[in-house]
């Protein structure tokens, strides 16, 4: 059974910092695709970041282009992504997803002043 955990949401002031870890169990990584995507109340599901497997490339939704960072460790099956200069408008539910098919429980972003 493939579990995703992800962790590290919290709240934030804008401009803030936060980074957000997803562990995998249940199946290898390396090959597959490992992104995050948010949620918020009231708004589409957006595509934060990706990055494919077996050392492919990363893409970044525009609205948080240049100020995350996604990163991926397949021998520990984890992904992580560094976002900086945080906004209000980046409040959310971050899920981490395998292969575009698999996610977690999501992890909460909240930045306010």
């Known amino acids: 059974q493939v579990q995703l955990v992800e962790s590290g949401g919290g709240s934030v002031q804008p401009g803030g910092s936060l980074r957000l870890s997803c562990a995998v169990s249940?199946?290898?990584?390396?090959?597959?695709?490992m992104g995050w995507f948010r949620q918020a109340p009231g708004k589409e599901r957006q595509r934060v970041a990706g990055?494919?497997?077996?050392?492919?490339?990363?893409m970044y939704g525009d609205a948080v282009r240049g100020r995350v960072a996604i990163s991926r460790d397949d021998a520990k099956r984890t992904v992580t992504l560094e976002m900086t200069d945080l906004k209000p408008e980046d409040t959310g539910t971050y899920f981490c997803?395998?292969?575009?098919?698999?996610w977690g429980q999501g992890t909460q972003v909240t930045v306010s002043a």
């Open positions: 990055i494919e497997g077996n050392g492919g490339e990363t």
């Open positions: 997803d395998l292969d575009r098919r698999y």
């Open positions: 249940g199946r290898a990584t390396s090959s597959l695709f």
